[in-house]
């Protein structure tokens, strides 16, 4: 698994974004693909995963409703759709890879390289 994330960026509040999280080896098909963020400052935090085959998706309270977590398995993408972007939203968003649906940052054994989103108010 070689993960990369993309799609970050400097947006106003209430704007959208979409990441990105591609396995350029092309061999995640298999595993839950998680999204996690970091603030300056903060402890890592939980935003979403998606099963392997995409029916199950979970997103943390703090972004559901507006972040949308989904996957196109033949692209090895997992995506982030984020609508409605606070500034409390800044962070770096992190991709990562485990064996099976879990809100364990402990049990990604994979990740990406991170993307930053600045939302400015």
């Known amino acids: 698994v070689q993960l990369q994330a993309s799609g970050g960026g400097l947006v106003q509040a209430g704007a959208s974004l979409r990441l990105s999280c591609t396995d350029s080896?092309?061999?995640?098909?298999?595993?839950?693909v998680a999204w996690f963020r970091q603030a300056p400052g903060k402890e890592r935090e939980f935003v979403g995963t998606?099963?392997?085959?995409?029916?199950?998706?979970v997103t943390a309270d703090s972004v559901k409703g507006r972040f949308i977590i989904s996957r196109d398995r033949t692209k090895y993408t997992v995506y982030l759709q984020m609508n409605v972007l606070k500034p409390e939203d800044t962070a770096t968003y992190y991709c990562a890879v485990a064996p099976w649906t879990t809100l364990e940052a402990g049990e990604y054994n994979f990740w990406g390289q991170g993307t930053l989103v600045t939302v400015s108010s």
């Open positions: 080896r092309r061999t995640f098909s298999n595993n839950a």
């Open positions: 998606i099963s392997w085959n995409g029916d199950t998706a």
